[in-house]
Nanobody, 122 residues
Framework: VQLQASGGGLVQAGGSLRLSCAASGRTFSSYAVGWFRQAPGKEREFVAAISWRGSTYYTDSVKGRFTISRDNAKNTVDLQMNTLKLEDTAVYYC?????????????????WGQGTEVTVSS
């Protein structure tokens, strides 16, 4: 599976962005997909994930603000980010795995896309 993340940019605090992860491969619908982010000087952290069945998982800091969704017909997984905060500034990565456990664990993900940068300004 090859992944391509897009949609990052510069946005003011309180604004919105929609990230998209496009995947190649006919079996994409059987993969769980996660979004992770890495701020300067920090470790890459889990943001959100969606299982192949459509179950969703979020880190506490984004619950109620971010929504992950998938369109298996288009081989895409989107991350709608609303009410963005300064602390959301990071490079965002999408990743995929074909297991259905430990969706928040980055070590479970075998396939990674390149990052897309999100900068939230005051």
């Amino acid at each position: 599976v090859q992944l391509q993340a897009s949609g990052g940019g510069l946005v003011q605090a309180g604004g919105s962005l929609r990230l998209s992860c496009a995947a190649s491969g006919r079996t994409f619908s059987s993969y769980a997909v996660g979004w992770f982010r890495q701020a300067p000087g920090k470790e890459r952290e889990f943001v959100a994930a969606i299982s192949w069945r459509g179950s969703t998982y979020y880190t506490d800091s984004v619950k109620g603000r971010f929504t992950i969704s998938r369109d298996n017909a288009k081989n895409t997984v989107d991350l709608q980010m609303n009410t963005l905060k300064l602390e959301d500034t990071a490079v965002y990565y999408c990743a995929a795995k074909n297991s259905n456990i430990r969706h928040t664990n980055r070590d479970e993900y075998a396939y990674w896309g390149q990052g897309t940068e999100v900068t939230v300004s005051s």
